[in-house]
């Protein structure tokens, strides 16, 4: 399954949340999740709307 990742508000880079899921996942799930994230190793709070796959793509995107 493809990781999931969110954009550090710091430094703006793709940051992994060691998250695996499938594509199509409903986001509404992924409520109040955190990380420390390894590029400005600072927490960053975190909800399913906020994450996305390695290629971009979203998680409702196959939700339609």
Known sequence: MPMLY???PITK???PTLIDMPK???PNNLRN???VCQHCSQKHNWD????F???GSRL???LK
């Open 60 to 62: 409702s995107e196959n």
């Open 33 to 35: 999740n955190s990380l």
């Open 13 to 15: 880079k793709p940051t």
């Open 24 to 26: 199509g996942t409903n």
């Open 53 to 55: 796959f390695e290629d």
């Open 6 to 8: 969110i954009t550090c």
């Open 48 to 51: 399913g709307k906020d994450a």
